[in-house]
């Protein structure tokens, strides 16, 4: 895929690779028409093989393209590429959540309200228009550097899916560890399936792991359809009880018991005050007792090193007293040289 560096199709001049995701590269490119700088994602040549219409794919970025929200990446122009196509996106220059994590390990709550609201408010646009996003994740929330937080690949995992014959649980495109039981069951899918996943993202924001942490995607598909997640509060004591409802709530086996939208999720978030919570990605009272401990352990090491420095002075005072009468000191044969 290096090849496309360098090169300019249709107006776009390919600069370099930004990602690399499961069914596409994306680069970053030069619009030359417009003076700007662009995203492309160009889908995987052996993936756009294998959709069964490239027309049904056009025509849903096509759809996605309407969908203009601060919060989700706008969809700008669809090229041919060779064999393959290439979505044109707003280019954000920023992270995506997943290399926020990596980096952090996991967040503060203040940080998670305040990427986890802006998210909720484009999925929530979207919804009112009747999309439905089926593949949120963390690598799919991208944080510009000013901190504006974007949803990217809107639809996209639709294209997919519906290209694909039969739809089955095997190969429905998706990430197993966000995918809402109905979406593993192959059942209709509305956006209580997106609040299901972006309740899988807010654990994993507070906790560094996703709800079912397990090593292959098949027990990870069993589990979001049988199990109960590990409780938010055996990961962390600081997190107010009804971020942890929330959570819960989303992550409802039922579409039913879900929250009802996205709006109703941000009303619930607004309403939790984050001003008691610290902004150094440990809870407050953990980074105290780090505090105090790593304090004792000081002054207990000044005391050893004190000890220990004495001990040394008076080994060296009682050795120099040994040498300097032992062996030094004149004898009174030396001091009388008549004496026998
Ligand atoms: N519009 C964009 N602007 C800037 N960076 C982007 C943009 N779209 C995607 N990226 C970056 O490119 C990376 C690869 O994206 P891609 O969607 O191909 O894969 P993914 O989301 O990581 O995985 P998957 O293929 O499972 O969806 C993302 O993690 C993101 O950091
Ligand atoms: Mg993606």
């Not at 979505?87 to 990596?102: A, D, N, R, T």
């Not at 939790?272 to 007792?289: D, G, V």
Request: with cysteine; hydrophobic share 40%; proline share 5%.
């Amino acid at each position: 895929m290096n090849e496309l560096i360098g090169k300019t199709i249709d107006g776009f001049n390919f600069i370099s690779i930004i990602g690399e995701g499961g069914m596409a590269f994306v680069y970053k490119a030069y619009d030359q028409k417009l003076d700007r700088f662009v995203a492309i994602k160009v889908i995987h040549p052996r993936i756009s093989h294998s959709l069964i219409s490239l027309q049904r794919f056009k025509k849903e970025a096509r759809n996605q393209a309407k969908l203009l929200h601060p919060n989700i990446i706008a969809v700008l122009d669809l090229i041919k590429i060779s064999s393959s196509v290439g979505i044109v996106m707003e280019y954000v220059e920023g992270e995506s959540l997943s290399q926020l994590l990596k980096r952090c390990s996991r967040l503060d709550f203040a940080k998670t309200k305040e990427i986890l609201r802006q998210a909720l408010a484009g999925l929530n646009f979207a919804h009112s228009f009747g999309f439905v996003h089926r593949d949120i994740k963390p690598s799919n929330i991208i944080i510009r550097k000013d901190g504006v937080v974007k949803i990217a690949d809107f639809g996209i995992a639709k294209s997919f899916s519906d290209s694909r014959p039969n739809s089955t649980a095997s190969n429905i495109i998706g990430t197993a560890f966000y995918m809402s039981p109905e979406q593993i069951k192959g059942e209709h899918l509305s956006h209580h399936s997106d609040i299901y996943s972006i309740g899988c993202t807010a654990y994993e924001m507070v906790t560094g792991y996703p709800p079912f942490y397990l090593p292959n995607d098949f027990k990870v598909l069993q589990a979001h359809i049988m199990d109960v997640h590990a409780p938010l509060e055996n990961w962390r004591s600081d997190l107010p009880q009804s971020f942890i409802s929330l959570v819960n709530d989303s992550l409802q086996k039922q579409p039913r018991d879900r929250p009802k939208s996205c709006e109703v999720l941000i009303k619930r978030l607004d309403s939790i005050p984050s001003l008691n919570f610290y902004p150094n990605y440990l809870p407050q009272h953990e980074t105290k007792a780090a505090t105090r401990k790593a304090k004792s352990n000081y002054v207990f090491l000044k005391i050893i090193l004190i000890l220990l420095t004495i001990l040394i002075c008076f080994l060296v005072v009682k050795n120099v007293k040994i040498t300097h009468f032992g062996k030094e000191e004149p004898t009174n044969k030396q001091l009388n040289p008549f004496s026998r």
